[in-house]
């Protein structure tokens, strides 16, 4: 596996997820995370120094699939995360909305199209933002 293929795995399956939430929260807060896109680059690094080290067994063809599902794995758990504290911080915002029974829905859904794209995954983000949105539009009227 080339290094240029580990990084690309490591943007799709959890970088691109970090983004997605931090420019959801920063918008729907209309301000700026200062630490919020360092934490990004600071996780990339990580990436990268992981992949250097794993480099030999990544060249190895028998461990490779090995090692790339390890990664794989490694990638879906942070991604889980990711979302699990995305919701929490929403939670603090509006805590009467199950977020947890929309992501199932909303996961459900993405399971029975035909093609699931990166960003149909990350449309996520601004749809938990959005049913804030309505709540709050609903308590206004």
Known sequence: MLDYEYMLMAIDEVLSHDVAGIICMENYHNCYFPEGFRKIFDQFWVFQKEYEHNKEKLQAEITQEIEIAKFQARCCYQKE?????????????????????????????????????????????????????????????
């Open 81 to 141: 995360e990711l979302l699990r504290n995305y919701i929490k911080e929403l939670e603090h915002i509006e805590p009467s909305i199950d977020y947890k029974e929309e992501v199932k829905k909303y996961q459900v859904s993405l399971e029975e199209e035909d093609v699931q794209m990166l960003e149909m995954e990350l449309a996520i983000y601004p749809y938990l933002v959005s049913l804030i949105r309505e709540r709050e539009e609903k308590v206004e009227r």
